[in-house]
Structure formats: C-alpha cells, structure tokens
C-alpha cells in the first residue's frame, strides 16, 4: 500500500467533476486500500478520489470510533434526504479549517460496494454529513464554497500562505 498526496485547496483540479466508475479492477482495489490507508493516516473520516487527482466516482469513507468499520462508495446517489442541520466541518484538501455547514440530516445513498454489488445506506449524523460532503467533492465542490465571498477570501490567503511557507503536516477531517 502507499500514501497518496492530496491536492489542496485552491487547487483547480479539485473542481473537476468525476464520472462513474464502469470497472471495478485489481488496480481500483489497490487505489481502494492506497486511500483508506491515506486517509487513516492523515487522519481523517472520509476521502473522495477526486482529492487524489482521480476523477472517477468513488469515496471511502470511516467514521467509527476504532477506525474499523471501512466503507467504499462507488458510483454513489442520494435518493432521499430528509431535515436540516448544521455541522462543523473541516477537509484533508483545506487543512486547519473549519466551518458550520448545513445539510440534509439524513441522506439514504445508493451506491456499489468494492466489490460491485448495490448497496443502500440510510445515513444521520456524521456519517450523512461525511457522505454529503464526499459526495459534493466528486461534483467539484470544496466545504468553503459554503462560506459567505469574505471568509472563502480569507481561507484561500491563509492556504496560500500555506504553500508558500512548504506546507507542514496537516491536521483535519475529511
Ligand atoms: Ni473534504
């Protein structure tokens, strides 16, 4: 397995838009371990491909305690939201940052497993949030696009700062 390095915002390849995933092969199965283990490490709940430069549909995604519930999401749609909340959110690509979001409160996704097979998840809590959130990096959208033109402002100097200072390890979610 490897690390991944993952792009950062203001990044315009975050911004690409991924199409689905019409193979599942060893070498999808190996990216798959490659960004859980990536994103363990970093550490964070959730990682959508497009955050690796891959623009094809698929999210891993762990928000147990233990870090031993893994969950692959291929292809992914939400069929039904439900309700409203707003949730504190950061991301491995906008490190040190974080900000209240508003989301559906419960998201009911379909989407295939690793291993090709159709599964529906009715998500609450922080795993709809983590879902909603992934979700929205494979439509090219980054959290901060939430933010009013002033803070994304802010958010977009202290990234630059970032970069031009080397980029020190960083310490977010997902
Ligand atoms: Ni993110």
Redo the contacts with the bound molecule.
């Keep these: 397995m490897a690390l991944l390095p993952i792009l950062e915002y203001p990044d315009e390849r975050l911004r690409t838009v991924a199409k689905p995933i019409d193979h599942i092969d060893d070498a999808l199965q190996r990216l798959i371990d490659d960004m859980f283990e990536t994103m363990y490490e970093a550490p964070g709940v959730?990682?959508?491909a497009t955050?690796i430069n891959f623009h094809r549909q698929l999210i891993v995604i762990d928000v147990s305690e233990d870090k031993n519930a893994p969950l692959v999401l291929i292809n992914p749609r939400i069929v039904e939201t439900e309700g409203t909340e707003t949730c504190q959110e950061g991301?491995?690509?906008?490190p040190g940052i974080f900000a209240d979001v508003v989301r559906a409160e419960r998201v009911v996704v379909e989407a295939l497993d690793r291993h090709g097979e159709l599964r529906r998840i009715d998500a609450t809590g922080l795993l709809a949030v983590c879902i909603q959130?992934?979700m929205d990096?494979l439509a090219g959208k980054?959290?901060v696009d939430y933010l009013s033109p002033l803070k994304r402002q802010l958010v977009k100097r202290k990234m630059e700062k970032r970069h031009r200072q080397g980029a020190p390890a960083a310490s977010a979610?997902?």
Excluded: D, I, K, T
Aim: glycine share 6%; net charge negative; aromatic share 6%.
């Design positions: 959730g990682l959508a955050q991301c491995l690509s906008v959130h992934e990096h980054v959290f979610s997902a």
